[in-house]
Structure formats: C-alpha cells, structure tokens
C-alpha cells in the first residue's frame, strides 16, 4: 500500500505564505507526477500545480507568480510554496502521485491524500 500525508494547511491572512509538503511513504518502486488539487465545497476539485519526476512543473493561471511547487525525490516529498494569498485560494488542498509500487512495476496508480484545510482571511 501506499500513504499520502499532507502536512502545513491552516489559518493565514491575505498577503500571508503557507507552506504545504505531501510525503509519499509504502512499497513504491517510483514515483511520476505528484500534483496539488483543492476542492471549495459546491464547486469542482481543480489542480493547482504539478511536478513531474524529471521536475517539469506546470500551474493554473491563478497562481502563477505566487506558487511554487518543489520535490524532494530522496524523501519522496513534494512542497507548495504558497505566497501572497488571497482569500479566493481559501480551499481543502490535496496531494495526488502516480505511483508504481514493487507489487506491480509497470503499472501506476493514482493515490490520494486526506486533504489539508487552508483558509485565508480578508
């Protein structure tokens, strides 16, 4: 089995920086792409950024020029740097990886994270 845990999500004001890291931990033979999505109740999760193994990262318009996405490979943890927040990025994040484990080499699987609350006051 594979574990996605997401830590860093909480309460800031706009203008404010979070930091969030999703750790990936289990029987993993590798791991592809690693995104993050959020999700505002009544409304579609959408993806935030993602970061290849190779480190091609890619980013919605929203947050191009205030969000980084970063990856550890050692630790098999991935970071999103969040900077001048606003209130609209409010939302439960979620970390998602494609991951091929010692099970099934050859096969990826999607798994996902528990989501981490971020809120950001006016």
């Known amino acids: 089995q594979v574990q996605l845990v997401e830590f860093g999500g909480g309460l800031v004001q706009a203008g404010g920086s979070l930091r969030l890291s999703c750790a990936v931990s289990?029987?993993?033979?590798?791991?592809?792409?690693i995104g993050w999505y959020r999700q505002v109740p009544g409304k579609q999760r959408e993806l935030v950024a993602s970061i290849t193994s190779g480190g091609t990262t890619n980013f919605a318009d929203s947050v191009k020029g205030r969000f980084t996405i970063s990856r550890d490979n050692a630790k098999n943890t991935v970071f999103l740097q969040m900077n001048s927040l606003k209130p609209e990025d409010t939302a439960v994040y979620t970390c998602n990886a494609d991951v091929t484990t010692t099970q099934a080499v050859g096969v990826i699987y999607h798994y996902w994270g528990q989501g981490t609350q971020v809120t950001v006051s006016s």
């Open positions: 289990g029987r993993i033979f590798s791991i592809n792409t």
